[in-house]
């Protein structure tokens, strides 16, 4: 791997664990409010979650549709009462709770700081993202974090990549290396605006046809 200038890491699934927090902060957030058959209500409000994140991206709805709508339209569907904004409260409490990092992230993160410039580029909502970043300590390796919550736009979005760019001084296209996990919003969305990209294989499925410079099934296998 060639060496770059700036190195754009993506926060969920790439550094910290999102989906297995994700799952453990909603079954507590069940209990929480004395739901049955969590499992099944579960997979209900995952697939509620992706649809909302998937209208996010695509600019469709604001982050407090997705902060506030899925947890309403949960409700809604399993036919309970439950306010949305406690649900969102408790849920964020939760994830927090339950973060970590994933394996051999820091290994690379320590090897690169020395090296080159680092930054985290994440959709998200503001505070959770905040917090996840300060419980892990993470933010002094980090020059900058660009939280989409905060940017008003969301990747894949070529406007949340120009600017990035621009905060990050606007250096040479193809010295900026965008590390995630999502091949649509993280590597679909950075090549299109010219950036280099490494793939990070989270759910260790097939990347054939994920168009990435660099694709990896562990961190370990960075160097």
């Not at 933010?139 to 979005?157: N, R």
């Not at 793939?199 to 370990?220: C, E, G, I, M, T």
Request: include cysteine; aromatic fraction near 16%; glycine fraction near 4%.
């Amino acid at each position: 791997m060639k060496n770059y200038d700036w190195y754009l890491f993506d926060l969920d699934n790439t550094i910290l664990d999102f989906s297995e927090t994700a799952r453990l902060a909603f079954i507590d957030m069940a209990s929480f409010f004395n739901l049955e058959h969590i499992e099944d209500v579960y997979h209900i409000y995952n697939k509620i979650n992706k649809k909302y994140w998937s209208e996010y991206e695509r600019g469709f709805i604001d982050a407090d549709m997705v902060k506030l709508g899925r947890f309403k339209e949960f409700s809604e569907t399993i036919n309970i009462p439950l306010e949305a904004e406690q649900m969102s409260e408790k849920y964020a409490e939760f994830v927090l709770k339950h973060s970590f990092i994933i394996q051999d992230t820091l290994d690379v993160i320590h090897y690169l700081k020395d090296k080159a410039n680092l930054a985290i580029i994440t959709n998200g909502l503001s505070k959770m993202q905040h917090s996840r970043i300060a419980k892990h300590q993470l933010k002094p390796f980090f020059k900058h974090v660009f939280i989409s919550d905060e940017i008003g736009v969301s990747k894949p979005d070529a406007r949340f990549f120009e600017i990035v760019h621009q905060k990050i001084g606007l250096p040479a296209k193809n010295k900026v290396l965008v590390c995630g996990d999502n091949p649509h919003s993280d590597i679909k969305g950075a090549n299109s605006f010219g950036f280099r990209t490494l793939f990070y294989n989270y759910y260790q499925k097939s990347s054939k046809d994920v168009d990435a410079h660099y694709k990896l099934n562990n961190w370990k296998d960075f160097f």
